[in-house]
């Protein structure tokens, strides 16, 4: 009888995993991928193209291709999000973050803050190939872009970023980033002082009186719909080499200094050859303490699909941000995608060798 139950057991091992390889390989079969494959997010169809024509026509890498996919927004100004002429901070400079990550080397560069040169990607990439840093800042970013030849300093600023600062600033420097600060009394603007030097403050945190001026929620920043905020690109090229990157332009009215998930490896992108990769964009300045590309990267590595990944990784925010703003895309090393995105309606591109030109996907958050 022992002996029975063992090769009962047995055979219901073997039924049960062949299910499983089978459901495995269907999925693959059914969305009919074929390598090499390039996805970025939002409708960037241009960058797909560049990418896609670099790394499937010409038969090049998945880092150049994602150097490629990503320069050609920052030229387009894509969303006014990438690239030169957008998201002007308070002091009405527009600065960059970058980053670019090899998953065949697990090699990364990244710029943040970048001042005065417009090609953000590429000097990220300059930081991978020519340093054994993974990170540099501001206006020494930029000077060691220059020193390398990228051109540069160059103004950053258009009449359209200018005059979108200007009226910001007119309107009382609504809405802005900072929290439980006052503002200046004649101007509603900066200088700030920590309002809780000035009044005290109850264990809730709540700012007592004195407070001249409520400053609007996390929830009312500026990122939503037509204030797409980031290209993130992953790409697989034909020798299964896959590499990842991302380039923004940052949050509109941020705080001078600051850097977003957008330099940072595993937050707005991350690749691994073994496993896959991910793309990311939304509220970065939440979404970075999550990790959520290094988070669906790893969770598929346990066997989790590209769309159990990519939910699981916006779920881990949700729980503890419920009213943040996000979205991610995964793919895995076989070319599988699936977005995921919270708050809003999330768009990705992927043009893969299957198909004669890009493709919108369009992603719906499970709540709204
Ligand atoms: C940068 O360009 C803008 C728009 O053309 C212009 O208004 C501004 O004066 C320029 N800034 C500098 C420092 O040259």
Known sequence: MVAMATLLKLLLLLVLSTFAALSVSSQQFQTQVELPIV?????????????????I????????????????????????????????????ETTLDAMIMD?????VGAVGA?????????????????????LLVGSQASTFAVSLGLPG?????????????????????????????????????????????????NDDGVVGDGVSKKLKSSSDKNIGYGNHDTISMAVIDNKGRIAAGTSTNGASHKIPGRVGDGAIAGASAYADDDVGACGATGDGDVMMRFLPCYQAVESMRQGMTPAEAAKDAIDRIRRKFPTFIGAVFAIDKYGIHAGACHGWVFQYTVQDANMADAVVFTVKPDIF
């Open 114 to 134: 970048l001042r005065s040169v417009k090609g953000a990607i590429d000097a990220a990439r300059l930081v991978m190939d020519h340093t054994e840093h993974t």
């Open 57 to 92: 026509k010409d038969g090049g890498s998945a880092v150049d291709a994602i150097v490629r996919g990503c320069s050609t927004c920052e030229l387009l100004q894509c969303d006014g999000s990438v690239g030169y002429g957008g998201s002007p901070d308070e002091g009405g």
């Open 39 to 55: 996805v970025s997010t939002w409708a960037f169809v241009d960058a797909v193209r560049a990418a896609a024509q670099h790394v």
């Open 153 to 201: 300093p160059a103004n950053l600023s258009t009449d359209d970023s200018l005059q979108a600062w200007s009226s910001w600033k007119n309107g009382g420097c609504q809405p802005n980033f900072w929290r439980e600060v006052v503002p200046d009394s004649t101007s509603a603007c900066g200088p700030y002082q920590v309002s809780s030097l000035l009044s005290g403050r």
């Open 103 to 107: 998953g065949t080397t697990m090699n």
